[in-house]
């Protein structure tokens, strides 16, 4: 059964702080892997998607890597700023045959001034 | 485009009472998903569909029903509301599978069953 953990639960850094955020998968053969951002009381807002075939994506200050043969995924955010608090979920597609996403449980970002 | 959204926005039920949750996309998009999400649990499948017309059952699909009749709209059913049943359920919509997969999220419908 595929299981996504997130490590650590919460965060606190200051501001302007490099940070990785991690997340571990059980099973290797992953098809794709998204990392999500959500706002208390909001919804989930994507913000990277990773394929198997890739190594990684950028999107701003973010980079999130994939190594299928170790069962991890990254997520750097690169000087971070207040306005990045919030917590980070990411999800994993199993390979084939599945429409199911498994999510992890999340990582409580807080970046103080 | 509005994106995907979901009404009503919180509702309180009493054990046995029936409602629909809904949700509306915008993008002409054929996958779509209902979630429920819970302290500790993390984020949960409950039904999807791939296009109107089809649906699927998810990880916890007892005492939800859906139906699909149109591309736009994928209602979600409770038929007889239990307090288990109280959780914060979210519609996510997708264009479709692999580099298309994307997942748009609604804000989300707050349901508490007393």
């Known amino acids: 059964k595929q299981e996504v953990t997130q490590i650590p639960a919460a965060l606190s850094v200051p501001e302007g702080e490099n940070l990785v955020l991690n997340c571990s998968f059980t099973?290797?053969?992953?098809?794709?892997l998204q990392w999500f951002r959500q706002d208390p009381g909001k919804g989930l807002t994507s913000l990277l998607l990773?394929?198997?075939?890739?190594r990684e994506q950028t999107s701003g200050r973010l980079n999130a890597s994939l190594d299928k043969s170790s069962g991890r995924s990254t997520l750097y955010i690169a000087a971070s700023q207040p306005g990045d608090s919030a917590t980070y979920l990411c999800?994993?597609?199993?390979?084939?045959?599945?429409?199911?996403?498994?999510f992890g449980k999340g990582t409580k970002l807080t970046v103080n001034p | 485009n509005a994106g995907v959204t979901q009404t009503p926005k919180f509702q309180v039920l009493k054990t046995g009472q029936s409602m629909t949750l809904q949700c509306a996309q915008d993008?002409?998009?054929?996958?779509m998903s209902w979630y429920r999400q819970d302290p500790g649990m993390g984020l949960r499948l409950i039904h999807y569909?791939?296009?109107?017309?089809?649906?699927d059952q998810g990880e916890v699909p007892n005492g939800y029903n859906v139906s699909r009749s149109t591309t736009e709209d994928f209602p979600l059913r409770l038929l007889s509301a239990a307090p288990s049943q109280t959780s914060v359920y979210f519609c996510?919509?997708?264009?479709?599978?692999?580099?298309?997969?994307?997942?748009?999220f609604g804000p989300g419908t707050r349901l508490l069953v007393l």
């Open positions: 990773i394929q198997s075939s890739q």
């Open positions: 993008m002409n998009h054929e996958y």
């Open positions: 999800a994993g597609r199993l390979q084939s045959g599945s429409e199911k996403l498994v």
């Open positions: 099973d290797s053969a992953i098809y794709n």
């Open positions: 569909s791939v296009g109107a017309g089809i649906t």
């Open positions: 996510a919509s997708s264009y479709g599978g692999g580099k298309w997969e994307t997942q748009y």
